[in-house]
């Protein structure tokens, strides 16, 4: 793996065996246990791990693994969208496949990041995540498939249940896998899941019509 900073948030770049001259790639970010400073945790994370098919030798992702320093990814957003700039402008990125993915404090990451831009993302992948569902509408234009434990004692399942509808809702493109009997390890199942990336390697960017109505028309509703 390589590894860099980006002003000061730390991060790794898994490579593909066989690099292209553009590739897909993941933006992934990873949940509350693996915070801090020492990359040498976050290589140890599930998503790298045997038995996870973004560690297989034939995966074909960039993957780009940022580690938070902070509590939350939210305690480090705006850095956090200059780095998903960072990672669409990578010479070696094809931007028309730049998908997004996160688990559980990285879930809710994702879907954040996703609404707040997303013009970037071809895809997005959340796991065990929540969100604010009055904004699911930004995500219209990016296929969605978010992944949770039915018995998730730390996120509730109804977390991702409203933000699919939701975004559904408002013309969007969202499913649900609702993992019968599962906590809140909703990553593993995720992880080893060839139909998932074979499903995020088929979407691409959609073409932004320009915006005509007022996103920010909601005051009457929402406050």
Known sequence: M???TFRDLKYLVRMPRELL???????FLHGAGYRGT???VLMNYPAFRQGSCLAKDDSPFL???PQCH??????????????ARAVCGDPRVDKERVYLMGASMGGYGTWQLGMSLPELFAAMIPICGGGMKWNAKRLASVPVWAVHGELDPAVAAEESIR????????GGSAKLTLLKGVGHNAWDYTFANQEMFDWLLQQKRARRPDETTNEFADADRFG
């Open 2 to 4: 390589e590894t860099g």
């Open 21 to 27: 001259e553009k590739n897909p790639a993941i933006l």
């Open 163 to 170: 933000l699919v509808d939701a975004v559904n809702q408002a």
């Open 63 to 65: 993957i780009f693994a």
């Open 38 to 40: 020492n990359l040498d």
């Open 70 to 83: 902070a509590d939350t990814w939210f305690d480090l957003f705006e850095q956090l969208r200059d780095f």
